[in-house]
T-cell receptor, first 115, second 113 residues
Framework: ETGVTQSPTHLIKTRGQQVTLRCSSQ?????VSWYQQALGQGPQFIFQ???????GRGNFPPRFSGLQFPNYSSELNVNALELDDSALYLC??????????????FGPGTRLLVL | GDSVTQMEGPVTLSEEAFLTINCTYT??????LFWYVQYPGEGLQLLLK?????DKGSNKGFEATYRKETTSFHLEKGSVQVSDSAVYFC????????????FGQGTRLTINP
């Protein structure tokens, strides 16, 4: 069974640029969630995708957007990068069944540095 | 809103010491509760979970009991090892359209030989 994978592992961008991060979900999972983890903080929920639709979003501006593909992989896009976007971006996959207590399994993350 | 408060770190212990990391939560409804662990330079790994009151989650010698009356989910281990050194995150799961995790700020644990 393949776990959650993310690419790239590290990325350096400059302010104002755009970035795309990628995630492949764990086999058998149909839901992908994205989190932002600033240095020394707990992860913050960005949004979740299920059946290729966004089904919930945290307190992040619209310049954070995403996609989910038919194979359940996902992309996170961030436009007009700001210095505060520097963080570890984590992807988590899960399988929505009852909606309660479903475990989210995390990838290794992409570390983004905005200069 | 829903939130998780963890014991402030860092925590430093000697090998074979007893570990407790406190976690309390505020939530409407009945969330599921989780402990995740993050080793240096890595993502989060699920350590244990509990889905209803009085459930005990356990894994690798770690335990936590879902206490609804005290809104707590404290992590314990009877005898820690150097390899347990990591950052530990308590989290709750809420369903608001999406099923999202709300995390505490994390507790850095260092075990000295």
């Amino acid at each position: 069974e393949t776990g959650v994978t993310q690419s790239p592992t590290h990325l350096i961008k400059t302010r104002g640029q755009q970035v795309t991060l990628r995630c492949s979900s764990q086999s058998g999972h149909n839901t992908v969630s994205w989190y932002q983890q600033a240095l020394g903080q707990g992860p913050q929920f960005i949004f979740q995708y299920y059946r290729e639709e966004e089904n919930g979003r945290g307190n992040f501006p619209p310049r954070f957007s995403g996609l989910q593909f038919p194979n359940y992989s996902s992309e996170l896009n961030v436009n007009a990068l700001e210095l505060d976007d520097s963080a570890l971006y984590l992807c988590a996959s899960s399988s929505i069944m009852t909606g309660f207590g479903e475990t989210q399994y995390f990838g290794p993350g992409t570390r983004l540095l905005v200069l | 809103g829903d939130s998780v408060t963890q014991m402030e770190g860092p925590v430093t212990l000697s090998e074979e010491a007893f570990l407790t990391i406190n976690c309390t939560y505020t939530a409407t409804g009945y969330p599921s509760l989780f402990w995740y662990v993050q080793y240096p330079g890595e993502g989060l790994q699920l350590l244990l979970k509990a889905t209803k009151a009085d459930d005990k989650g356990s894994n690798k010698g770690f335990e936590a009991t879902y206490r609804k009356e005290t809104t707590s989910f404290h992590l314990e281990k009877g005898s820690v090892q150097v390899s347990d050194s990591a950052v530990y995150f308590c989290a709750l799961s809420v369903v608001e359209g999406a099923q999202k995790l709300v995390f505490g700020q994390g507790t850095r644990l260092t075990i000295n030989p």
